[in-house]
């Protein structure tokens, strides 16, 4: 069963949602090139460098997080429709067992990469709030970071601006 359907979702929905008004909704850049080596769902560990050549967003999300579950599927359409020139990697953000995410990630037919951070920082990426999503160009730059739920329509139109405008690092 989907968190969402729990009967706390909307108590979750309206305490994670205060928490993001609370925050300055601002960009940050921690590291020019960010890069992690995380394990994915079955422990193998993913290597950020390895998408160098395509764009890269990178979400960060909780299972408790209701903004979260609601823009999974926009990342998925994203993720289906850029297949050829972007991915996304999902970082689950808290301490949850691989089982119990791969679970909940099956539930929600999510076929982008996820890997684990077992609820500690990233380096190269601050998170002031959830979700929080960080756009990373072909040559592995931080282009751009939003805090708060993102679509794919909106992911699209930023990488177009990016592409078109000739990010720094394209």
Not at 15 to 34: D, H, K, Q, Y
Not at 101 to 117: H, N
């Amino acid at each position: 069963m989907l968190a969402i359907d729990h009967p706390c979702w909307l108590r979750r929905f309206v305490v994670s949602t205060i928490a993001v008004g609370l925050l300055i909704i601002t960009p940050w850049v921690n590291a020019r090139e960010p890069t992690f080596i995380l394990p994915d769902l079955h422990q193998n560990p993913v290597h950020l460098t390895d998408f160098r050549g395509r764009w890269v967003v990178i979400n960060f999300w909780a299972t408790w997080c209701a903004p979260c579950l609601m823009e999974m599927p926009e990342l998925q359409a994203f993720h289906d429709a850029n297949h050829e020139r972007a991915t996304v990697i999902g970082v689950n953000f808290e301490e949850l067992a691989p089982a119990k995410v791969r679970q909940f990630i099956e539930d929600l037919s999510i076929t982008f990469p996820v890997v684990l951070s077992n609820g500690q920082p990233v380096s190269g990426f601050t998170v002031k709030g959830l979700p929080t999503t960080f756009l990373i160009s072909p040559q592995g730059e931080l282009a751009d970071t939003h805090l708060g739920t993102v679509n794919a329509a909106m992911l699209n139109r930023r990488v177009a601006e990016l592409e078109k405008i000739g990010n720094p690092s394209h």
